[in-house]
């Protein structure tokens, strides 16, 4: 029992397939994964952004913007930074277009999300740091279930590794016998490898930079985009090692992952903003910035209570003056003259 129990604890391992059909119409788990974590960050975003006195159903507004400028900006930045994969002898620049396969670029994916954020914030007159701030948390939650994708696609690991949570990797193949890792199945369970799933310490590094901004939002009552200052700086400083335990193929500068680069830039430059920020003062009220008269959700619920109250107790007088008026016109009330 002990031996069994040791091989269980020795390593991971993958999903033998990260493709499902039903009929002819593909489930893909990594677009899965991708439309869990929207649906998480848009929910949990909405809440924040109500609770910071915003309106129910404005993060929803945005989302309709942002969404697509992010899938775009992440796609972009994976295939600029990628390119061998597509461009070159042999390959095939159309697959770059083949997001279901995976590939989204977080720096895009923010970069260009900002700008869709910024019409949707600029549209609804509402300050796009506000609702940065209300966001950030989700955001980097729905960075941890994107990854799940990744495990499932058995793609962003790092070198082998003996350590107890090894992942294992299977050699997968098409029914028609050609190696394929993406749709391809794995019939033999025997890993080709066992390395480390640096896609799954990313996804808990994640969900503890999650934590600390919540924590800290709540501490310290943090405006101003300084939660996602916060964030960017708390993901980045974990991208930094993750991407330096990745052996995936990937663009080279000096020697070094391109992404390796990108997270110290990024990083620095979200400590500065957050330090920066520090001097515009409290957390700002969303309700007196968005520039108009609109009431917020509490206020909204106050007034159609004050709508009720009055309607019933119109109706209650109402009710008094049908009774009076029906008395004096009663036989018992008409005097004989």
């Known amino acids: 029992m002990g031996a069994v129990l040791d091989a269980l604890l020795a390593t991971i391992p993958s999903p033998d397939r990260g493709v499902w059909y039903l009929g002819p119409l593909p489930l893909r788990a990594y677009a899965l994964c991708i439309i869990a974590g929207i649906i998480v960050a848009i929910w949990w975003g909405e809440r924040r952004w109500v609770e910071r006195g915003g309106i129910k ?25 990628d390119n061998q994969k597509y461009f070159g ?55 941890a279930i994107g990854r799940l994708g990744n495990y499932f696609n058995q793609e962003l690991y ?10 294992e990797i299977y050699r997968r193949v098409t029914p028609e016998g050609r190696e394929d890792a993406l749709a391809g199945i794995a019939i033999d369970h025997t890993p080709i490898q066992v390395v480390h799933p640096t896609f799954l310490y990313e996804l808990l590094w994640n969900l503890g930079v999650a934590l ?85 959700e509490a206020e909204l619920a106050a007034e159609d209570k004050s709508v009720t109250d009055v309607a019933e107790d119109s109706g209650e007088a109402g009710e008094d003056d049908v009774a009076e008026k029906d008395k004096k016109n009663s036989p018992e009330s008409v005097k004989p003259e």
């Open 57 to 81: 159903g404005e993060v929803t507004d945005i989302a309709v913007w942002a969404v697509p400028f992010g899938l775009v900006g992440g796609r972009l930045y994976h295939v600029i930074t």
């Open 212 to 296: 600390l901004i919540v924590w800290a939002d709540r501490k310290f009552r943090l405006g101003h985009g300084r939660v996602l200052a916060l964030y960017v700086a708390g993901y980045t400083a974990g991208r930094f090692w993750i991407e330096l335990m990745r052996t995936d193929e990937a663009t080279l500068i000096l020697g070094t992952r391109v992404n390796v680069f990108v997270s110290a830039i990024v990083f620095f430059g979200a400590i500065a903003y957050f330090i920066i920020a520090k001097s515009r003062g409290e957390r700002e009220d969303v309700a007196a910035l968005r520039g108009t008269d609109q009431p917020t």
């Open 89 to 143: 002898p042999g390959k095939d620049p159309l697959a770059a277009l083949e997001i279901w396969n995976g590939g989204l670029g977080i720096w895009g994916a923010i970069a260009l999300g900002a700008v869709g954020a910024w019409i949707g914030c600029r549209r609804k007159g509402i300050p796009l740091p506000a609702m940065a701030d209300a966001l950030a948390p989700g955001i980097v939650v729905a960075q």
């Open 158 to 167: 790092g070198g082998d590794t003996t350590l107890p949570w090894g992942l």
